[in-house]
Structure formats: C-alpha cells, structure tokens
C-alpha cells in the first residue's frame, strides 16, 4: 500500500470549486473565475528574450550548482538588499528553488521534527499544514481576537504555544486575505519568536505587491541574515507574473542553505537553467511592467473593495497587499439561506457563474476569498453578476 505520508495528504481544497468552474466552461459556459492565485497578465517581454537568448547557451543547457546560478544568487540578494534596506544578505544566504513551493519544503524540512508544534496564522494558505504534516510535526491554526482575518498578535500566539511549539509560518501580505502586518506588529511577533527561540518561516512571496506607503515591513529586514532560526520564502512567480516559469527560493542563515541545498541536489538537481536565466532578468531588468502590473491591481483592489463594501451583509475593510480580498459574509449567506460559505460559493458558480473560493479552504470559515487579478473586462462582469445574486 502507498505509504501513510502521502495517503494522509489532502488534494488542494481550493480546487473544489475550481473544477466545477473549469467544468462548466468546458461544456460551453459562460464563468467569471475569482478563484486563481495568479496574474492575468504575460511575463514582461524582456523576461522571456532573455530566456530564449540564454537557451542556446551551452553552460544553460548543463547541469549547474545545486543551489542555483550564481548570477541568480547574487541577483536575488542584491534585490533584497536594494528593496529592504538591509544590506546584509549575500548570494551564499540564497538557494533556487522550483518556486516558492518548494522552497518552503526545503524550509520545513529543515525546521519540522516528528511531534513538533507549528503555530499556522489562520486564515491560512492550504499548501503550509499539508507539509508541515508530512514532515511529521502538526499545524497548530491561531487567528487575531482582534480582527477577524487578520494576521494574530503576540497575546493570540502566546495563548497556544506549548512546550512543543517549534515554529511559527508567518505570511504577511497575506494569501488569503491580503492582509500585512504593520511595522510594530512584525517586531513584536519577531521579538517574542526570537525570545523564545522559535523558527520562523516567513513567506514574503506578496512583499512587492504592496499597496501601502514606504517600504513593506518585513520579518526578514530585521533578521535575515542574523537570527539563524529565521528563513524567508519570496520568488518571482507573483511580482512579475511568472507563476509557470517555477523560480523562487530561500533565504537564510548560510548553514541553513547548505543543508536544503544538500537536500535539494537529491530531489531536484537544479532549477531550469532557462528559468533561472529569466529571473535573473526580471530582477536585473527594467522594474515597468512591474510597476505597471502594481497600479492595475491597486485599481482592481479599489474597484472589487467599494462594490463588496456595498452588498447588504458583506464586511470587508481593504487590504494592503496581494491580490486577494477575504469579506465576511456571514449574514449575507445567512439571508440567502446557505448553510455555510462553502454552499454560498457552490450557489454562486451555479447559479451566478462566479467562482470564488470558500474560506473553510483557508480553515476560516465565514469568509469568501476572491482574488483580483483577473481581466478588468471580467472584473466588471463577474462583480455585476455578485452583486446581482446577493442583493
Ligand atoms: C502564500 C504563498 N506562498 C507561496 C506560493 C507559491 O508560489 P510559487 O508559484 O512560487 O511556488 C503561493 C502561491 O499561490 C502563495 O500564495
């Protein structure tokens, strides 16, 4: 029998609606998808030449270091460096991973032992309690008392910790609500995890889609390098719409990169070279699509905010980052007489034909999570057609 690690592992709950739609479309139906975690938009052009230029490359076409192209290395600290303001991170603190995804299981693999607690902001992206099982430890969700949806503060954290608590997966901007944590709140959550000597996972794979003034606070411009317990998860996939290229990576403590470089010369070799090359652009090149991709969001977000905000039963303040929104809509399904956010989304892709994933995807029911980075023509429609069913 297939061994009990993989068994126990859940299929991606936010597919569950996914399919439905897909299915739908496929037999000819018209269906606005709130549902992708990716941008609409093509990868920037200079990105794509540069991989077909490096292709050709000989030394692109071999193997190359397990850790990832040096050049790449060098680039994803030089950006870290430039766009953080802590100018401490060096290409040895850097490992390429097939996305950010892999990236966090090199992470956990590297923190998770059998019987260890890890604390798990929820609500709470899918991909985090299903790895932090197989590694053999368990998820242990906290949400904020404070603000329903929002990442906790050191009081909701310091209410379930346990003398097991390895670990805390921090995510800020936040998949699924957007949601970021503000300067004070990293540095408190930071502090305490230090004081206690707990790892810290924190992924920042959102931290350039912000809508905020100044420089996004994060966990690893106070820490990274510096806190050995501290490994930051970012890439390309979401910044410049490059979520099928598969780079993103890890930063860490040179100890820490030695030993999921180890790993991961076992479980993947290296990264595409041909990926690696086009990421080696996105962060070297001009920074416009970028910025331009940014204001269309910003726009979306302000657009999806005010309509929501304006549905009898809906509660939605709007978030600093991402591309998602995360409304409380409670008593919306209540009037409609679903029985739960799950029914309200089936209803919607059913009757309304818009996909949008229920919050119990995110261990958070209540909540709707609808991501906005899709076509402003569909945008409108699928908005319209939300409106149309919950008033
Ligand atoms: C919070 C979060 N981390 C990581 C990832 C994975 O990104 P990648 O496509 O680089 O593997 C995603 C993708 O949806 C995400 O939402």
Known sequence: MISSRIRTIQPSATLTVDARAKAMREAGIDVVSFAAGEPDFDTPTNVVEAAIRAASESRIQKYSPAAGLPELRSAVAADSNATVGNHLIGADNVLIANGAKQAIFSALAGIVETGDEVLLPAPYWTTYPELIGFFGGSAVPVSSSATPGNLPSVADLEGVVTDRTKAIVWCSPSNPSGAVADAEHTR??????????????????????????????????????????????????KTYSMTGWRVGWLLADEEFIRGAARLQSHMASNVS???????????????????????????????????????????????????????????????????????????????????????????????????????????????RRIVKALT
């Open 188 to 237: 408190e959550v930071f502090d305490w995890a230090k004081e206690r000597e707990m790892w810290i996972l924190s992924d920042e794979i959102y931290r350039k889609l912000y809508y905020g003034t100044g420089t996004i606070p994060t966990m690893r411009a106070l820490g990274c390098p510096g806190y050995s317990r501290l490994v930051v998860v970012d890439g390309v996939s």
């Open 273 to 383: 070279n041909v990926a690696q090359a086009a990421a080696t652009a996105a962060l070297q090149g001009p920074q416009d699509a970028a910025k331009d991709m940014l204001e269309s969001f910003r726009h979306r977000r302000a657009l999806i905010t005010e309509v929501l905000q304006s549905i009898p039963g809906i509660r939605l303040t709007e978030p600093d980052g991402a591309f998602y929104v995360f409304p409380d809509v409670r008593d919306a399904a209540q009037r409609c007489g679903a029985a739960s956010t799950q029914d309200l989304a089936m209803r919607l892709v059913d009757e309304a034909r818009v996909a949008v994933v229920p919050g119990e995807a995110f261990g958070f029911s209540g909540h709707l999570r609808l991501s906005y980075a899709l076509a402003d023509n569909q945008l409108d429609a699928g908005l």
